[in-house]
Nanobody, 119 residues
Framework: VQLQASGGGLVQAGGSLRLSCAASVRTFSGYVIGWFRQAPGKERERVAVITSSGHTSYYIASVKGRFTISRESAKNTVYLQMNSLRPEDTAVYYC?????????????WGQGTLVTVSS
């Protein structure tokens, strides 16, 4: 499974960004998909995960109410809508795929996309 993340950039605090994760396989709809992030000097952390059906999602506490994960199976794409961004959201964001929920250990990783939030 090849995953392509995009949509990162520089935004001011309080702003919004939408990340996209596009997959290369027709079986994409059968995978659990998640977004992880790694800030400078910190360990990678799981941010949001969505089930293959799209009916259930998981968020870390710090992004609940601000981030929304969704999937569009027809486009083999998962999105992460990020609102009310904070400087502490600055990180490289990775999308990942697996078969378990909430997917603490993915089977496949995409390349990262950098999100920078200025204060």
């Amino acid at each position: 499974v090849q995953l392509q993340a995009s949509g990162g950039g520089l935004v001011q605090a309080g702003g919004s960004l939408r990340l996209s994760c596009a997959a290369s396989v027709r079986t994409f709809s059968g995978y659990v998909i998640g977004w992880f992030r790694q800030a400078p000097g910190k360990e990678r952390e799981r941010v949001a995960v969505i089930t293959s059906s799209g009916h259930t999602s998981y968020y870390i506490a710090s992004v609940k109410g601000r981030f929304t994960i969704s999937r569009e199976s027809a486009k083999n794409t998962v999105y992460l809508q990020m609102n009310s961004l904070r400087p502490e959201d600055t990180a490289v964001y990775y999308c990942a795929a697996g078969n378990s929920f909430p997917m603490s250990t993915p089977d496949y990783w995409g390349q990262g996309t950098l999100v920078t939030v200025s204060s």
